[in-house]
């Protein structure tokens, strides 16, 4: 199977609920191959592949897709098959002012580099599914988005950082954005009790970006978008039919778990 793409396999390297990744050479590189689940990828998953391909000619963050002589996306049986480049690095570290200055930078170039891309018949991003623009004005205009921009999607190799995983990219306000990133280290900090460890990154990320960007984003425009993200996870453990694969197949203990983060930051 994997030959006719010109690809040797490896070991596998990691399983989720949708997908495989798998350690693998290509005309004599190390790369990594990612399998997708035809069944359950969404439908404008080929035109997020080429909107990735397109960004990592542009910017050098973004790790591309590799082309091979089947094409970017290859069907393999039930899968849909990508290859991409293997890079060493490591996971930034969320307590470490550098490598967290680094992400905000990165950020605020990919915003710049997405921005300049030409518009694509993509969706909002999901978890602005259903969010009237009425109802947060105070958020800027829309571009196409990262959508996942967070430590789990990036690597510091070579001291810099890399973007990977676009699975999630779709349109809304760079505010969002901001803010779901703020969110994701919030949420890993308040199950684990280590809220100043995200007070910290807060300020260096959002101060980062804003330098960066040359966008002076409010603090209270920033809150308002990661209450928006945390109001978009209680809207999907109440109704998990509407919510991305993680949350629909969740045991009963961890959603219990999420209900809880959600009802406490809907108190602060």
Known sequence: MWSSIGVHCGQELHGGHQSRVFAATFDGDQVVVKLNDSRLVDPAFHLRVGVTSRLAEMDDSVVGPVTTKAGLIVELGGWLAVVYPFLVGETPDVSDEADVRRMATTMASLHRSLDQLEPVDLPAVAALTG?????????????????????????????????????????????????????????DAAMSSEMERYERFRDWFVDEYRSASGHGVPDEVVEKAIGLRVQTLGRWVDRPESAPIGIRTATPAWRDSLRAFVRSQTRR
């Open 131 to 187: 969010v009237r623009r009425t109802d947060f004005p105070e958020l800027g205009r829309r571009q196409l988005l990262h959508g996942d921009f967070s430590p789990a999607n990036l690597l510091v190799s070579d001291g810099q950082v890399r973007v990977f995983d676009f699975d999630d990219c779709g349109y809304g306000p760079i505010e969002f954005e901001l803010g779901n990133t703020l969110y994701m280290v919030l949420f």
